[in-house]
């Protein structure tokens, strides 16, 4: 984000100088003393007010950071009181003391309470448009970032809806089964009508809508059968599937449908090899074991599996891992511990 | 056999006549109904002997109940139907065959098989399933992670949802905050509309949670929740109307 102006070490160096003149000026006009301007213009009495002007400068803008961090979009003007007062008061402390100061060591006599009042008048009026400037930047910055910070929450909403969207329609596979259809209709009615129930199966599940977070492996098995179907109907796919699961274990909806399309579609697709999948399970995972050559480029398996990653992150201290050796691959889906019997 | 088809789409019909005839050439589809009322009417003035009747649950003109409800069926019915998973829990529980949509040879198959077991339609049973579909299905329970283990927080528990980038969080009525693995669009369609409004795109609120309505600038609404919370609701300018309509009980 943009640094704004007053908090840009130039502003603050130069800020207190053409105060600091600007004050040394107008205490000159009030003592009736503007000729001395002619014959001595820099001299300790400038530097000390350039040096009031700073500490001033920086402890108006302390004092802003500070306090009016709890300052809501339901603005209200007494939210202001405490830091104003806070940063005049300040501001008067440091002018006497530092007058004082000046006056005892550089004159030796202290001030009278009329110069004092002077001093302290301009100063306060400068603190006045230091508390204003700065307010202003420090509310225009904290409603921009609040806005920026409310934009990309908006923006990573919509693209997370997005994701789930494309998901669930799943375009490749749908267009894939609409060829299918289109060859199938010609060569083999029966067989197109087949791929149209089991299309129909597969995206009633995904589609439908998610009442369940869970649901038994078994249960999806059912629909992971008729993908499977589906991509057996598809060229050059030659898939086989095989449970040896007994247990009742549960999966975050839709695991095993994703997985296993993501190893279809990550493999390299042969007329000759069969891409067999072997479900087994142990104590805490659920182990995909197959055989095949991967795609030289293919981001699909490590796209799905950082997808379902972020859904069993919410259940699970375990995430889902793909570990390769040559042409072996194994996927360990973490089991789901469930609180006593909660389905 | 003689069967009659009580199904409004005509595709349906033809698919479940050229299954039915694949199974056993022999079987004759007598009749084939479109509404319900040509459904009762035919079933009234039956001059031939049917054997089966395969009906579907959602006819253009309403429920197929209200054919059992007008007419004394002696007949073994196979329910056809395209709703989800829970009205399917409904017709499993009942014992009452079905046969879920889109037809595939096999479960017609199989449900053929047993159709000579199948015993006289029982109104109440049927009635009752009937009803459970007519009932609009609502999430009762979330799945959250506590400790090393999943439990459920009841819906009534649930405050507050909300989402922060790609994160859902839910607030339950204690405070407790956990993450949810769904996003607010999804949400939005499954919890109960008279119990929970969506007061801005990111955030649902329960009616129980809310405390205060506080009429903020730029013509919106700031909730302050019977629960401290982080974030400042806002009810945002266009929900406004929709919001006070529901507090008032008419959503």
Redesign the interface.
């Known amino acids: 984000m943009i640094k704004s102006i007053v908090n840009q070490a130039l502003f603050r160096i130069l800020s207190p100088i053409i105060i600091g003149l600007l004050a040394y000026i107008l205490l000159l006009l009030f003592n009736n003393q503007l000729d001395q301007l002619q014959s001595e213009f820099i001299n300790l009495e400038l530097f000390i007010f350039i040096v009031l002007a700073l500490l001033i400068q920086e402890s108006t803008r302390f004092v802003i950071r500070k306090r009016t961090n709890k300052i809501?979009?339901?603005f209200a003007a007494k939210q202001l009181i405490s830091p104003l007062a806070t940063s005049l008061m300040i501001a008067v402390t440091i002018t006497t003391m530092t007058i004082t100061f000046y006056f005892k060591i550089r004159l030796g006599y202290a001030p009278e309470y009329g110069e004092l009042i002077h001093f302290n008048i301009i100063f306060l009026l400068f603190t006045l448009v230091y508390f204003s400037l700065y307010l202003s930047f420090f509310l225009l910055e904290k409603d921009y970032s609040h806005s920026m910070k409310s934009e990309?929450?908006?923006k990573?909403?919509i693209?997370?809806?997005f994701i789930?969207y494309k998901n669930g329609i799943n375009p490749t596979l749908l267009f894939e089964c609409f060829e299918s259809l289109i060859v199938l209709t010609h060569k083999n009615v029966e067989q197109a009508?087949?791929l149209?129930?089991n299309m129909?199966?597969v995206y009633?599940y995904i589609l439908?809508?998610?009442?369940e977070?869970?649901i038994s492996l078994q249960e999806e098995w059912n629909y992971v059968t008729q993908l499977v179907d589906l991509f057996k109907s598809l060229p050059y796919r030659k898939v086989e599937v095989k449970l040896n699961v007994i247990e009742d274990i549960y999966i975050?909806k839709g695991t095993m449908l994703t997985i296993i399309e993501a190893i279809i579609r990550s493999v390299i697709a042969s007329e000759n090899q069969m891409t067999s999948i072997l479900v087994t399970s142990d104590n805490a995972n659920i182990l995909l074991d197959y055989n095949a050559v991967s795609k030289l480029q293919d981001q699909v398996m490590t796209n799905n599996i950082d997808i379902l990653n972020?859904?069993y992150?919410?259940?699970?201290?375990q995430i889902i891992m793909n570990t390769t050796k040559g042409h072996m691959h194994q996927i360990r889906i973490p089991i789901?511990?469930?609180?006593n019997q909660?389905l | 056999m003689n069967v009659i088809i009580i199904e409004d789409e005509l595709p349906a019909i033809k698919k479940l006549t050229d299954y039915l005839h694949k199974y056993d050439a022999s079987i004759k589809i007598i009749h084939t109904c479109e509404s319900i009322e040509i459904a009762v009417r035919t079933l009234l003035n039956l001059e031939k002997p049917v054997d089966l009747i395969f009906m579907d649950i959602q006819l253009s003109d309403g429920l197929s109940f209200e054919i059992i409800e007008q007419v004394d069926i002696d007949n073994p019915i196979i329910f056809t139907t395209a709703y989800d998973e829970y009205a399917i829990d409904a017709f499993k529980l009942n014992s009452i065959d079905y046969i879920l949509k889109p037809i595939s040879y096999t479960a017609l198959s199989s449900s053929l098989k047993k159709y000579k077991r199948l015993s006289k339609p029982q109104t109440n049973i049927i009635k009752s399933a009937f009803h459970k579909i007519r009932e609009k299905r609502y999430k009762d329970r979330f799945l959250v992670k506590l400790g090393n283990k999943i439990n459920t927080i009841p819906i009534n528990e649930v405050a507050l949802i909300y989402a922060e980038g790609r994160t859902v969080y839910l607030i339950t009525s204690h405070g407790q905050k956990f993450i949810i693995d769904y996003k607010i669009e999804q949400l939005s369609e499954i919890l109960d509309p008279s119990i929970f409004n969506r007061i801005n795109r990111s955030s649902i609120i329960h009616i129980k949670a809310i405390k205060e309505i506080i009429v903020y600038s730029n013509s919106r609404l700031r909730i302050d929740t019977i629960i401290s919370i982080e974030k400042e609701l806002i009810v945002s300018r266009e929900k406004v109307n929709d919001f006070k309509t529901w507090l008032e009980g008419d959503l």
């Open positions: 809501s979009e339901s990309l929450c908006k990573q909403e693209e997370s809806d789930q009508d087949e149209l129930d129909a199966q009633r439908s809508p998610k009442y977070e869970v975050v972020s859904s992150r919410v259940y699970s201290d789901l511990q469930l609180q909660i």
